[in-house]
């Protein structure tokens, strides 16, 4: 693809990335566990279609979406692996995700009556609420609950899940064994009425990486797939309680362009609310990137890369725009490749980094990267 039809900003994503990553994982769970990545949110920014090939062609075994619209997609272009929904479906759309072959988490008995209406057979996984408090049955209905989704004879139970509160978010984890516990829990409450559960599933991430424990049947792995650590705490308690060996490879690096270069005077402001005044002639690129593509405004105290040297942002980030100054580098020209997000030369820009900037987390930089934003897999 030539720089003319990428436009002025675009993505590159790094199919070789994404597949070490998934190996990475394949290398710590084995080869009789699942691996389900996590392709929702537009693949965590990454490009929902693309992505979720490339982590088959990888090894992985199922997908794991949001949205039915996701499944939808995944299905009208090939993807015939196992597609788990995390999210809720609507009563009205349950019976198009079970014709387009989903496993469905299940929670409530209003999605249990109406597969049961449906009359097709469907499999299900049932949530059950160990601490986080969102989706998720109840410890004390969890039977009663089984129970109910036993008189329907077209429904399978194939799977039992939770979702860890805090395990990437301190190095702390007691409370994650607790729930890791009550899971356990669950497991043996709903073997004791004669209920085999072929797919018992935990794991995130973190939990992937830090606990074998976790790994049961299958791991539902996220922004990791991507090359990203949950959290520094979650790459700290590896070095402390694993050891090295598994190593992540961010796969996205996020450009545009130089559209103009002009020379300020000292003492002359820049960009709205006049929050920055130039102290010096000031050599300036304005960059067409802000906001809307998903630039956090909050960045506005970082840089980017130009020819490898760092160009601190100057002024708000507009909707649309954002300026840049290029006093120390003065090789920068119209047109010139911009790094918002990846490596150039012997610097990065990590959406670690990034996330810092926007005194945000790194999930959430790369997934409101605007979805118009073209991503050219290389």
Known sequence: MNNSSRGLNWIEISKDALSNN???????????????????????????????????????????????????????????????ILGYVELAELKRAVELGCRLVAYNREII?????????????????????????????????????????????????????NVEDTTDHSYAELQLAKFNEAIKKIEGIGVH??????????????????HFQMVRVGISSYGMWSSNETYLSYLKEVGDGFKLIPALTWKTKIAQIKVIPSGEYIGYGCTYKTGHETRLAILPVGY??????????????????????????????????????????????????????????????????????NYEVTTRINERIPRIFI
Request: proline residues 3%.
């Open 22 to 84: 998934i190996k990475q994982f394949r290398n710590i769970v084995g080869e009789e566990v699942l691996i389900c990545p996590c392709v929702k949110a537009n693949a965590y920014g990454h490009g929902l279609i693309e992505s979720a090939k490339v982590f088959l062609d990888a090894g992985a075994d199922w997908l794991a979406v949001n949205a039915l619209y996701e499944a939808e997609e995944l299905r009208a272009n090939g993807v015939t692996a196992p597609i788990y």
């Open 292 to 361: 809307y593509d998903g630039y956090d405004r909050g960045a506005g105290n970082g840089y980017v890369l130009i020819h490898g040297k760092r160009a601190p942002i100057r002024g708000r980030i507009c909707m649309n725009i954002m300026m840049v100054e290029v006093t120390d580098i003065p090789e920068a020209k119209l047109e010139d490749e911009v790094i918002l997000i990846g490596r150039s030369g012997d610097d990065e820009i990590n959406a670690e980094q990034f996330a810092t900037w926007a005194d945000t987390i």
């Open 113 to 165: 009556a109406r597969l049961g209406e449906i009359g097709k057979p469907v499999k299900i996984h049932i949530k059950v609420e160990t601490g986080n408090n969102r989706q998720g049955v109840l410890m004390k209905d969890l039977i009663e609950f089984v129970e109910y989704v036993k008189s329907f004879e077209h429904i399978e139970i194939e799977g039992l899940t939770t979702h860890f509160a």
């Open 197 to 214: 559960i072929p797919i018992k599933h935990c794991a995130n991430s973190a939990a992937a990486i830090l606990f074998p424990k976790t």
